[in-house]
């Protein structure tokens, strides 16, 4: 089986430009989480969607925004891209929320760098 | 709120040396813990996980045991390999975090195991 797929896998935008990273679960699995993992430190918590609705958003600012769509698949958007924005990009999947003993399985991640 | 603490980096050990990461844990409910390996250009794999006090997890050579009296999940082996090397990573999902499961995560330890 398919793990979870992410797409692109590197990018390279400009400071001020928008843009959207894209996030496949395993099949099954209805939650996709969304993490930002700044080089040297753990992934920080960005947004949980289960069954297309959000369950949890982390402490990162409303220029950060996603989505999850019927097929489970989801989208982080963020506008007004900052230097400090530059990260690798994870999204998890997992089979659903609220079950704190259930393991998350994680795609390879998108590389942003905002020059 | 709920947080992970890790042992600083990197952990450098020669071929067949025992391996300890230390973690300990501050949570307000009973939470489960996990450790997370990611390796080099890869995304978060689940390594091994516990959901109760005492409860023992193990993977591929590697345990880590639940101990709620000193708050900690440390990560041990009794003989490394080069392809252990990794950033590996403790966690913990609180059920008392609002109903979701959104794991706290440390900030990584590395391990370089020399041949």
């Known amino acids: 089986d398919a793990g979870v797929t992410q797409s692109p896998t590197h990018l390279i935008k400009t400071r001020g430009q928008h843009v959207t990273l894209r996030c496949s679960p395993i099949?099954?699995?209805?939650?996709v989480s969304w993490y930002q993992q700044v080089l040297g430190q753990g992934p920080q918590f960005i947004f949980q969607y289960y069954e297309k609705e959000e369950r949890g958003r982390g402490n990162f600012p409303d220029r950060f925004s996603a989505r999850q769509f019927p097929n489970y698949s989801s989208e982080l958007n963020v506008n007004a891209l900052l230097l400090g924005d530059s990260a690798l990009y994870l999204c998890?999947?997992?089979?659903?929320?609220?079950?704190?003993?259930?393991?998350?399985?994680f795609g390879n991640g998108t590389r942003l760098t905002v020059t | 709120g709920d947080s992970v603490t890790q042992m600083e980096g990197p952990v450098t050990l020669s071929e067949e040396a025992f391996l300890t990461i230390n973690c300990t844990y501050t949570?307000?409910?009973?939470?489960?813990l996990f450790w997370y390996v990611q390796y080099p250009g890869e995304g978060l794999q689940l390594l091994l996980k516990?959901?109760?006090?005492?409860d023992k997890g193990s993977n591929k050579g590697f345990e880590a045991t639940y101990r709620k009296e000193t708050t900690s999940f440390h990560l041990e082996k009794g003989s490394v390999q080069v392809s252990d090397s990794a950033v590996y990573f403790c966690a913990l999902s609180d059920p008392s975090s609002g109903g979701s499961y959104i794991p706290t995560f440390g900030r990584g330890t590395s391990l370089i195991v020399h041949p």
């Open positions: 949570a307000t409910g009973y939470p489960s």
């Open positions: 099949s099954g699995h209805k939650s």
């Open positions: 998890a999947s997992s089979l659903a929320s609220g079950q704190t003993n259930s393991p998350l399985h």
């Open positions: 516990a959901t109760k006090a005492d």
